[in-house]
């Protein structure tokens, strides 16, 4: 039986949902998204002890409410979430970002110009939690 991938997309942008939506689906990947398009509401709903931990999040680091790196600093804090993979999926390739998420413990850093890469070439398997 094929294991459906639980995947938690923290993204504001709808056309870059979209995207994801279609790489996933592109390779046969069984997913179940959950999104949220902004910061405040993602914690909010991460934050709820009943909620089951995603495979891995993806995660915008230019969002309204609360910024990425904030939201992965309070990921990062709740011990259900410590071993969850985080992808960062942006537009920023700041060295200072990628510096600062890293220390958080980001499992990887897309910027748009990799997120191309991604989306058209790379095949990962989302069902390993080692993906990134």
Do not use: W
């Amino acid at each position: 039986m094929l294991k459906i991938a639980h995947i938690t997309l923290v993204e504001d942008n709808p056309g870059d949902v979209l995207l994801v939506r279609k790489a996933l689906q592109e390779r046969g990947i069984a997913f179940e998204l959950t999104c949220f398009d902004d910061g405040e509401e993602a914690l909010k709903s991460l934050s709820r002890q009943e909620r089951d931990e995603p495979d891995i999040i993806l995660l915008d680091l230019n969002l309204p409410k609360t910024e990425g790196v904030e939201v992965l600093r309070r990921i990062r804090s709740i011990p259900k979430f410590v071993s969850v993979p985080v992808a960062i999926l942006t537009s920023s390739a700041s060295p200072t970002d990628v510096h600062r998420t890293k220390l958080l413990g980001v499992a990887r850093y897309i910027s748009v110009a990799t997120r191309i890469l991604f989306t058209y070439k790379k095949r990962p398997n989302l069902h390993d939690k080692a993906l990134v």
